[in-house]
């Protein structure tokens, strides 16, 4: 079975600052996605960035980006220039690309980020 | 084109009562899927629905907890005699279909307590 390990419960950062979030997994599959959600306090959950497991080049999305080492199944979120709004809990996700139960969406503990201003 | 649709957003319920959570899907989107958060965790995979058919309920506890997504009408998760152990925060995601590309688009929640 797959699973999902974030092993940073909560990170804080300055505000304007650069912030790594951890997150490792564990598959036998070759094939698959990688997300990283934002859950803020009004606990709606946002898709914040994938990651194709068979594309090489690591997906960025404006002040996010991520550093993907498929051989060391890591998984990490990088946001720059931090934001007060960036503060909510992140939670990292796998799901299958292919095969039986590909739509299930097996998710990490969630690592709690503080912005401090 | 609104969102996933939740409701209630909290829920109350004594031991023992029935909860009923409903979820309407975006609009054109007919699958379901029911994720639970229990407190200081992650979401968990809970049930995926199409119209009429429940495709994989792996997740569901197997008593008293049960889901539908109607022809007609949002999906329904409904938990029975419910524990203090219930007590979590339910999401539902919906799709358009099930290709592998497709992101999963999450609702608002519903947190059910259950005193």
């Known amino acids: 079975a797959q699973t999902v390990t974030q092993s940073q419960p909560e990170m804080s950062v300055q505000e304007a600052e650069t912030v790594t979030l951890s997150c490792t997994y564990d598959?036998?599959?070759?094939?698959?996605?990688l997300f990283w959600y934002k859950q803020p306090p009004s606990r709606q959950m946002i898709l914040v960035i994938r990651?194709?497991?068979?594309?090489?080049q690591n997906a960025t999305e404006n002040r996010f980006s991520v550093n993907f080492q498929k051989a060391a199944k890591s998984f990490s979120l990088k946001i720059s220039d931090s934001q007060l709004g960036d503060a909510a809990m992140y939670f990292c996700?796998?799901?299958?690309?292919?095969?039986?139960?590909?739509?299930?969406?097996?998710f990490g503990k969630g690592t709690l980020l503080t912005v401090n201003p | 084109n609104a969102g996933v649709m939740q409701n209630p957003r909290h829920l109350v319920r004594r031991r023992g009562q029935e909860a009923r959570l409903r979820c309407s899907p975006m609009?054109?989107?007919?699958?379901v899927y029911w994720y639970r958060q229990l407190p200081e965790e992650g979401l968990k995979f809970m049930v995926y629905?199409?119209?009429?058919?429940?495709?994989?309920e792996s997740g569901m506890p197997k008593e008293r907890f049960s889901a539908e997504f109607p022809k007609e009408g949002p999906s329904i998760l409904r938990i029975q005699q419910v524990v203090r152990g219930d007590s979590a925060a339910y999401f539902c995601?919906?799709?358009?279909?099930?290709?592998?590309?497709?992101?999963?688009?999450f609702g608002p929640g519903t947190r059910l307590t259950v005193l």
């Open positions: 995601a919906s799709s358009p279909a099930l290709a592998h590309y497709n992101e999963q688009f």
């Open positions: 598959t036998s599959e070759s094939d698959y996605y």
């Open positions: 990651q194709e497991a068979y594309k090489q």
């Open positions: 996700a796998y799901r299958r690309l292919s095969g039986g139960s590909n739509y299930k969406l097996t």
């Open positions: 609009k054109g989107h007919s699958h």
């Open positions: 629905l199409q119209k009429e058919n429940i495709i994989d």
